[in-house]
């Protein structure tokens, strides 16, 4: 298996919902992320998980809660998002649990957000 | 800090033409240096990465790209274009005190004629 998982593929919420965005591999990879990507741009980090913890929270707004239960799963908790937020969230993972940043990325197809 | 400039927002090529995606650089310190695809609707996949070793590069759907240290520069060429290698193209760096952090370029859009 060398994907990466994520549901849903599109997501619409208002801006009272709560709503998660999981990610999933079983490539054995220790190193996870999430990335915000706006139409016509660049992905923008948000956070990584290393051996299951958080080590990089790129000074994302506390309506976005990411979690890590295990290492092939991450998920991130949504809450009062603005509309603004919507874009293609982007999950990926690496064989990097040290942060060398040699190997690159595994990224998955992403969850599409729309807040209403 | 290390940034990434994709010099061409947009690349329009018919079909069967070469084509070439310029990709600079800047880095105090060394440099991973990557390419991703990105088609409508999907997420990113990795083309190629250079690491150390040789300057160029050979990645997957016949793309290339050549690290020039001196001129800070990893541009991606591809000899002939197809009809399907309309997409998004980022090019992307990071180093090894970043925590695994990818900077990603602009990116330009590949748009193939026939």
């Known amino acids: 298996d060398t994907e990466v998982t994520q549901t849903p593929k599109h997501l619409v919420m208002g801006m009272t919902n709560k709503k998660s965005l999981k990610c999933e591999q079983h490539m054995g990879h220790r190193a996870m992320y999430w990335y915000k990507q706006k139409a016509k741009k660049p992905p923008e980090l948000m956070f990584v998980y290393s051996y299951e913890k958080l080590s990089i929270n790129e000074s994302v707004p506390s309506r976005f809660s990411p979690e890590c239960p295990n290492s092939s799963l991450l998920n991130l908790h949504l809450h009062a998002l603005q509309p603004e937020d919507s874009a293609l969230y982007l999950c990926?993972?690496?064989?990097?649990?040290?942060?060398?940043?040699?190997?690159?990325?595994?990224f998955g197809s992403g969850t599409r957000l729309t807040v209403v | 800090a290390q940034s990434v400039t994709q010099l061409d927002s947009q690349v329009p090529v018919f079909e069967e033409a070469p084509v070439e995606l310029r990709c600079n650089y800047s880095s105090s310190v060394s440099v991973y240096l990557f390419w991703y695809v990105q088609y409508p609707n999907q997420g990113l996949q990795l083309l190629l990465k250079?690491?150390?070793?040789?300057?160029l590069v050979k990645g997957i759907n016949g793309f290339e790209a050549e690290f020039n240290k001196s001129q800070t520069s990893f541009h991606l060429r591809k000899p002939s274009v197809h009809i399907s290698d309309t997409a998004e193209y980022f090019c992307a760096v990071s180093t090894y005190n970043q925590g695994g952090k990818l900077i990603f370029g602009q990116g330009t859009e590949l748009s193939v004629k026939p």
């Open positions: 250079y690491l150390s070793g040789s300057t």
């Open positions: 990926a993972s690496s064989q990097d649990p040290k942060g060398q940043g040699i190997y690159g990325y595994t």
